[in-house]
């Protein structure tokens, strides 16, 4: 029919584009994994196909979405932008990205098809306890659970700079997930601020924990202080007794 061939003719001169860096998210978001036809057609009466590894994600038909190729890994999880497909923009919405959903995609279009690559990371802050402490040195560790791709451990100084520290412990779980934890022992000054950073370089990810280590200052300060209420607690108590026992000389 003649808008069979205008169709056809419409699509000989559209590429179907998307993006040429892998799409990358943290597990648990939402991602927009991005398709569209340039020059921009109208593909809102025609079938649009997401596939990832043979199995389908997600089928655009009739004018609505078609649950009935989905996989079931898939259901309530994808959409289509509806506003958006009369303009040619066929790019798939993913909610709630597990490590599962990684992989390559393709979004196929009449004849025409692109991959997108889905990079998924894992990220959490860092937790910083004190393991032990003396007059002049404070023992620190930090642990992170819960990373993807393997992440790495730095401990930096108030300015900036790295610190000497033992090595990184590295934990890998059956989720596939890792955990990393590390020491450092620092030495109190007027003002010492350490931040443990965790990051993943291929992801650019980070998430950093500080913590603030008091001075010997600080310490002697409070000794200072802790024995001057000493004293004054115990010149109350021996003014108090001193009272009672005039009392009871009086009484008597």
């Known amino acids: 029919s003649g808008f069979a061939s205008l169709v056809s003719l ?12 892998p799409v990358k998210a943290n597990v648990g978001e939402d991602v927009i994994l991005p398709c569209h036809l340039e020059p921009p057609f109208n593909v809102s009466t025609l079938t649009v196909e997401w596939k990832r590894n043979k199995t389908y994600v997600h089928v655009y038909r009739s004018m609505k979405h078609d649950p009935n190729q989905q ?6 999880r994808t959409y289509l932008f509806c506003d958006e497909i009369g303009k040619g923009n066929i790019s798939l919405l993913l909610r709630n990205v597990s490590k599962e959903d990684e992989g390559v995609y393709i979004c196929y279009y009449s004849y ?11 990220v959490s802050f860092p937790k910083v306890t004190v393991i032990s402490k003396n007059s002049s040195k404070v023992v620190l560790q930090c642990e992170s659970a819960g990373w993807y791709p393997e992440p790495e451990l730095l401990w930096l100084d108030g300015e900036g700079n790295l610190l000497s520290a033992g090595p990184t412990e590295t934990l890998r779980g059956p989720d596939d997930l890792y955990t990393v934890s590390s020491r450092v022992t620092v030495e109190k000054r007027h003002s010492n601020n350490i931040t443990c950073r965790v990051q993943q370089r291929n992801t650019n990810q980070s998430r950093e924990t500080h913590i603030h280590v008091p ?3 600080h310490d002697e300060m409070l000794h200072m202080l802790y024995s001057v209420r000493q004293k004054l607690a115990y010149r109350e108590r021996s003014q108090e007794k001193t009272e009672d026992e005039l009392k009871c000389q009086t009484e008597a």
């Open 10 to 21: 419409a699509l000989s001169h559209s590429d179907v584009i998307g993006s040429d860096e």
């Open 215 to 217: 001075g010997r200052f």
């Open 71 to 76: 996989n079931s890994h898939f259901i309530n």
């Open 112 to 122: 025409w098809s692109w991959f997108s690559f889905l990079f998924l990371g894992a």
